[in-house]
């Protein structure tokens, strides 16, 4: 198996892909809205905010794949 299709293989669906994306959504508008107050939460919301989006967005997450996790449809 190439990094290649490690990093385009789509493990992400139903109800974990809407999770994600909720979680990232909310923790974007907690951020907006400067409802994060001290600098160490800021950095670690915005983690959460980017990961549950982009995993969302790609449907692949790489820990899925080495744990050997499918929640999308085949």
Known sequence: M???????EENVG????VFRALIGSVAT??????LVETSP??????????????TAMTRHCTPYHYLGINTAKK
């Open 2 to 8: 190439t990094f290649k299709d490690i990093l385009l």
């Open 14 to 17: 139903g109800f974990d892909l």
């Open 29 to 34: 508008i907690a951020l907006a809205m400067d």
């Open 41 to 54: 939460w800021n950095w670690l919301v915005a983690l959460v905010a980017l990961a549950g989006l982009f």
